[in-house]
């Protein structure tokens, strides 16, 4: 059973990034998404906010670190550690950022140490991937991160997820170790899942 969710999501996963890859307009989808997620984020008292830095064909996240970081609020993004967990880095200004692993901008090397962040300290986490489902089940790159991340997290904290609607499908296989996420945005709309408190 288990061989065979990873199977599934093997494939799923390469289906999925090649319709992402091919979507048109993704710049002003992103633009929607960002409003969409801009709008509802002043109901949601989270003081500090982790942040996908987009990369490849992610829906884009560059405007509303912007506005986070014009915000009170406190802005955290990941990065990749050795040993497939990721680090948190306290981000003021997208200056401290560099093209990292996997071409993604992550915090430069030698400011890490100085603002590392716990996971228990996210109140809310705003993430990327691959294809979700309706349930807040969400498939990503394959090699756990944010599902590790996700477990050390509060089960208080909020996790919201940003998708292009092409991502969404009707059932992701899951295991033992996938955590649901509570809230989807995309551009069409705000899914409550049932994972949400
Ligand atoms: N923008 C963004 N940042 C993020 C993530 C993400 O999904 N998006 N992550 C979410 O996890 C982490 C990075 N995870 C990644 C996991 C795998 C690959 C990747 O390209 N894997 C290749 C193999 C590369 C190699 O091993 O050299 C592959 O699967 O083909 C990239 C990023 C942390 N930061
Ligand atoms: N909380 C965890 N503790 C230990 N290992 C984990 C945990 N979560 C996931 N893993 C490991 O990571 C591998 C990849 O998991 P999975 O396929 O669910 O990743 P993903 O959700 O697609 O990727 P990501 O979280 O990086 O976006 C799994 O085979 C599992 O062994």
């Known amino acids: 059973m288990a061989q065979d969710a990873l199977q599934q999501k093997k494939t799923l996963r390469q289906s999925f990034l090649a319709a992402r890859n091919q979507l048109g307009d993704r710049s002003e989808r992103s633009v929607r998404i960002q409003a969409r997620i801009s709008n509802w984020l002043p109901q949601q008292s989270a003081a500090t906010l982790l942040c996908y830095v987009n990369a490849r064909c992610e829906v884009d996240t560059r405007s509303l670190l912007h506005q986070l970081l014009a915000d009170e609020r406190r802005v955290v993004v990941p990065y990749c550690l050795d040993d497939n967990h990721l680090g948190l880095f306290l981000l003021s200004n997208m200056s401290e950022l560099a093209t990292g692993r996997f071409g993604i901008l992550e915090p430069r090397h030698q400011l890490r140490d100085s603002k590392r962040i716990s996971p228990v300290e996210i109140d809310l986490a705003i993430l990327p991937g691959v294809a979700f489902d309706l349930h807040g ?14 477990s050390e997290m509060r089960p208080q904290a909020v996790t919201c997820a940003l998708a292009f609607e092409c991502q969404l499908t009707a059932q992701i296989p899951t295991e033992p170790h996938d955590l649901p996420i509570d809230y989807l945005v995309t551009e069409d709309r705000l899914i409550r899942s049932a994972a949400a408190n």
């Open 137 to 150: 089940n969400r498939l990503g790159y394959g090699k756990g991160y944010f599902d590790r991340l996700l």
